[in-house]
């Protein structure tokens, strides 16, 4: 018994462990569990003696440490078992690639060697710390909380609904450690069995089923009401959580998901679900921008936080962009944008580039650098908002024009120092020829379209220790708009233009007329530069190509080496006409082949942000009063509950009265008289006999009184005698006197036993009176 | 006290015991008989009838002059058997209640000359005038059933009653009862003062000659031993039986009270509560006979705690709250 514990403590976790399957593929569970049998085993063993447990999580700390060595670094291991210097070190650096690897990879995230470490590692905390609280301390209830803290990583990292068979598991699996511990305690305590009576097994299990059947009414209408009726506490706050991009408001930081995260699942969704529509009064309209990166930290392109105070409130008028001290004078475009109700918010609109007012509902901030509009608060969903916007597009002459930047403020040139000399060879290769700012762009535009470069939307990773940018540059050049808008940044920075990385939608297919419709797979990452006196302008280098590239992509007719204003838009040439190449061979391990996240369903999608309607102004007012609603029926319906019991309870009890067994019925109905004298709010004394209690309850009614006396008798007979009276005209006596015994009560007595039945809670079941003092 | 008498209805149905039918019909004309005598007093009567079919001795204690005696002889008249009475008076000797043996000189030979206590019914007037040395001698007869003359062991024929009477103890010339005899009486009851209507009745009836004169036996005493046996087969179910020792255990862990009952007494209540059921036309006993019983039963056993007694609390009214608190056996 000592051992059976920790083993229901192992099943827990291990039918936990699907949880995080969508977001891992290979074989990363294996070293988790070699590693979680082996500190429960250590706990198990530990445990059948009979020394002080507190040592137990030492112990499993060791065996887990003692065992890492050899499952990861088994070469650098003395004997492949003792570990040295090297294997520590080999650990660490393991370790760091497994979270570069996660930090770098869309999920599902393949399982090379740092993950396992990782997972396993997570695991094993994990476990020894639910063995200590289930086994040792023993609440197993709060192993609950561990479950919950697997549970959040999926929605963390997806915001999306979970797998509805993990989450089964995982509660089948939580559920058996329980019922585990509770079996254990009846062991050792004995259970307790209230009442041993035939009707009290279905009375028993009522009560239960009430019990149970009040907590999950009680789960599901706080779930449901609790989000709707506080604005912060949404269903999609796990989302929150993801880090990413900060944004500041007073001290306090608020943190959004990194775009790249969003844009990387938009992407790799199969679905085509729209995200916005929108109208404009522009026949070309512009990409719809939502994030600007402008740090890059060696690998990944990420954003300064933002400040979102009253002086750079979002309303009206917009401050004009950086490189522009007055109005452009080219003409505006108006944007009515419509968010798809059933999309995830946004706490960053996408519009286009640049606005010069915005109408909004809500408090948005505008952060005055990057142009970028943001609220702190949550956001609605089914947004509905109107951009004016500047149409600038710059012709080639003006950009050629422009000298080297000079009003830039802040880092926009800045790279860290590590970066691979020979990315930066590469740039100096590819502008060898060129003078201007203006040139260097468009050369380096150029090297990405010139068909040399495969768009791919699940790249190979680039192998241990090798740059990813240069990997992408020089190596393998398969990728997709995130590398290309991020490598075309890194190398306009050398180049001496100030770039950053601008995140969003394109613009999306025309539907009719001026109305357009962006779906998830138009999300996009375009390289943005700097140009004195003109300020940030698009570049396009990612292929934009339906087959073999970002389909609704469009190149800027500046950024292909200044054609005359009024010439078409320059399509690219087709790399996708070729047969894609295929990427290197890479190690099997890392193959990608398959497409990701094959899982996802449209309907998985669309019935995530579902449970959280109501509050948002327009497509979905007809159901606001939904929660409401439900919530007043719940509430009717809890109200109820108890009544709902009580009749319940005397239906089973009355029901089964004619033809029991004499001493059974006897008890039923003098428990049913009982109950119905506590709900009416009497006394009831247990130093009293039957027929005294029958004495005391009777009123001037004969018919009561007489009814009563027998129920007195019968009870009496069943419990005193030696062979008890038979249990006929116990039901119509019972029914007799609880009408007897109602009607004799006020008013309000009455509507409190029926609608509050004082019997029904187990504590109010009448107790000797404490020993005399 | 109130006692509710409701023969019949379901709690005796099932199989209708003949004896105890017949303890019911048997005790309602002794009751009839003796009201013609005491009026308004049918809890005193019962229980005294209670305590003739259990097999015990009564205690009867009150004030001069209420009829505690009337009470005992109609006992004994109404049931066909001995009854010999007794005054006690402080030159009493043992052996004026059990007897002596004479030596016969004509037979050369001891006679033995039974004294009152060889009766079915022994009447000890005002017990407490006597010398201990003589209430000792009439209580060892009580508790044995037997009387030991000159090492000779002669029984008492069943049934044997005594019922004693005494003032209370703060009268002048007694000699109270120590507690360890006053534990050999199964019931006390005391008679109280009639109503006034009661008292009015008793001048009309008491006017011209004793009731007591037409006093006719129904009853007699091989009768009285056959229901004495009936009553010993009344059931107690395993709960009453816990329930009768946890009431006499409270009164030995309450602290109101400085003196428990003994076990004696819980036979007693065990064997007067059959009886008591018996009477109701029960073959079982339930916890309304055991309360009933409760303060005739155990109170003149207690000693109150000195606390109590400064709150004036008697043993009686400690009983009574015993029996308040103590939940009856359940379902179970």
Redesign the interface.
Known sequence: MRTLMPLATLVCLLLAMPLLSSLLRGPWWVPAVVLMVAVTAVSALYRLTSWNLLPVPLLQLLAAAVLITPMFAAGDALAGVVPTADSIAHLARTLQQGLNTIDTNAPPVAASAGVPLIIGVVFVVFMITADFLAVTARCPGMVGGLLLALLAVPLVVEGETLAWGAMAAAAAGFLGLLAADMWVRGREWGMFVP???PEARVLGGLRRFAVTAVAVTAAILLALSLPAAVPSLRSDVFNDLADGTYIRTGGEDITTPHPFVSLRRDLGSLSDRTVLTYRSTSDDPDYLRMFALDEFDGVNWTMTPVNASDDNEASGELPLPAGWSEPAPEETVTTQISMDSDSPRVDFLPMPYWASSVEVPGQWYIDPASHMVFTTSSPTTGLNFTVESVEHQPSGDELAAAGNPRSLGGGHLDLPDDLDPAVEQLTEQVTANADTPYERSVAIQEYFTDGSFTYDLSPPSAPEGVDPLAHFLLTDQVGYCEQFAGAMAVMARQADVPSRVAVGYTAGENIEGDRWSVTVGDAHAWPELYFEDVGWVRFEPTPASSDAGQGSATVPEYSSGGRAPGTDPVELPEPGAEEPAPPEPSTPADEPSESPRESESPEDEASAPMADGGDDGTSDTDLSWLPAAGAVAGGLLLLSLPALARVLVRWTRTSGLPGAAP?AGA?TA?RELRDTWLDLGGVWD???????TA?RLAGHDARTRAAL??LA??????????????GTGLREDLLTARAGLMSAASRGARLRAVLLPRSLPPWAAPR??PA?? | MSL?T?HG???G???AHDGVSEVVAVADRITTAIETVIEGKPEVLRIALTVLLAEGHLLIEDVPGVGKTMLAKALGRAVDCSVQRVQFTPDLLPSDITGVSVFHQDRHEFEFNPGPVFANIVLGDEINRASPKTQAALLECMEERQVSVDGQTRALERPFMVVATQNPADMEGTYALPEAQRDRFMARVSVGYPSPQSELDMIDSHGSRSPLDSLAAVTNAERVRDLADQVRSV?V?P??RRYVVDLVN?TRT???LRLGASPRATLHLVRAARAYAALDG???????DV?ALAVPVLAHRLLPAPEAQMERLTAEQIVA????????????
């Open positions: 009442y041993e009576g001493v008890h003098w247990l130093a009293e006999s039957p027929r005294a004495e006396w027998r008798l019968a009870e009496e007979s069943a419990r005193y005698a030696p062979a008890p009276a038979d000797p009176a005399p003092a | 509710h409701h209805g379901r709690g149905a099932g199989g059931h179910a709960g009453m409270s309450s602290p109101e029960r073959h079982y006993v339930v916890p309304d309360q709250k015993l029996v308040a608190r103590l939940p009856v056996p359940g379902p179970n």
